[in-house]
C-alpha cells in the first residue's frame, strides 16, 4: 500500500484548499489554489485506488496514468516548475497559522519529484 497518496488526500490537498481560500486580494490565484488542491485530492484519491487497491479498479481507470511509474514525467516538470513556485508565492505572501505544514509540503513535494524525475530519466539512458 502506498499510504503517501492518502496523506495528500487528506493532509495535503486541503491544506491547498484552505491556503485558497484566504487568498482575498488575488481572486485568480485564489481559484488557481483551490483547484489545485482539489486536483490533488482527486488525482491522489484515483492513484491509490488504481494503483493500490482492486484490480477490477485498475482496469476501470486506467486510461490516467502510467501503469508502473504513477505519474508522468511531464507532471512532475508541471509540479517542479509551476505549481510548486506558485504555492511558494502564496506561502510567502499569504501566511497563516498552518503555514509551517505547507512550507512542508512545497519542499517535500518538490524534492520528491524532483528526486523521481531524474531517478527516472537515469534509468530511462540505460
Not at 71 to 100: D, G
Amino acid at each position: 500500500m502506498n499510504n503517501t497518496r492518502l496523506i495528500d488526500v487528506f493532509i495535503t490537498g486541503p491544506i491547498q484548499i484552505y491556503m485558497g481560500s484566504i487568498i482575498h486580494d488575488n481572486p485568480p490565484l485564489r481559484l488557481l489554489m483551490v483547484f489545485i488542491g482539489v486536483m490533488t485530492i482527486l488525482y491522489n484519491l484515483h492513484n491509490y485506488l488504481l494503483l493500490d487497491v482492486k484490480q477490477i479498479i485498475r482496469n476501470y481507470f486506467g486510461w490516467f496514468t502510467h501503469r508502473t511509474q504513477g505519474k508522468q514525467q511531464l507532471h512532475r516538470l508541471y509540479n517542479i516548475f509551476i505549481m510548486y513556485p506558485v504555492f511558494y508565492y502564496v506561502y510567502q505572501r499569504y501566511p497563516t497559522q498552518i503555514s509551517t505544514l505547507f512550507l512542508l509540503n512545497i519542499v517535500i513535494g518538490f524534492i520528491y519529484n524532483l528526486f523521481n524525475f531524474i531517478y527516472i530519466m537515469c534509468q530511462l539512458k540505460y
